[in-house]
């Protein structure tokens, strides 16, 4: 069992920064992929960025390429979601999600893939 504390949200401005930070406990976070997630009102919840436990291996929904940037400190346990030049579109709930998958090498982008999810953390991004 994995155990998944998402921080960092909040209120800003469109054009600010937000940094998340998700820390994991329970069983070994060794070679899991991590990812985040986001869900807005009334719509799916959607893939946003993962990353693989060695390489690091990084991958980004299209929506946030070039703006978000996905960390991970493996001796904290613990990974982060830089978001720069945010949009009132990213207003959503941030979810953060661990993976068994793969080999330590691999970024799981399907929801399928991820058994543990975090309680999300909001971030409302105003116009």
């Known amino acids: 069992q994995v155990q998944l504390v998402e921080s960092g949200g909040g209120l800003v401005e469109a054009g600010g920064s937000l940094r998340l930070s998700c820390v994991a406990s329970?069983?070994?976070?060794?070679?899991?992929?991590m990812g985040w997630f986001r869900q807005a009102p009334g719509k799916e919840r959607e893939f946003v960025a993962s990353i693989s436990y060695n390489g690091p291996n990084t991958y980004y929904g299209d929506s946030v390429k070039g703006r978000f940037t996905i960390s991970r400190d493996n001796a904290k346990n613990t990974v982060y979601l830089q978001m720069n030049s945010l949009k009132p579109e990213d207003t959503a709930v941030y979810y953060c999600?661990?993976?068994?998958?793969?080999?330590?090498?691999?970024?799981?982008?399907?929801?399928?893939?991820?058994?543990?999810w975090g309680q999300g953390t909001q971030v409302t991004v105003s116009s």
């Open positions: 329970g069983r070994t976070f060794s070679t899991y992929s």
């Open positions: 999600a661990a993976g068994p998958v793969g080999d330590g090498w691999y970024a799981a982008r399907r929801r399928d893939e991820y058994v543990y």
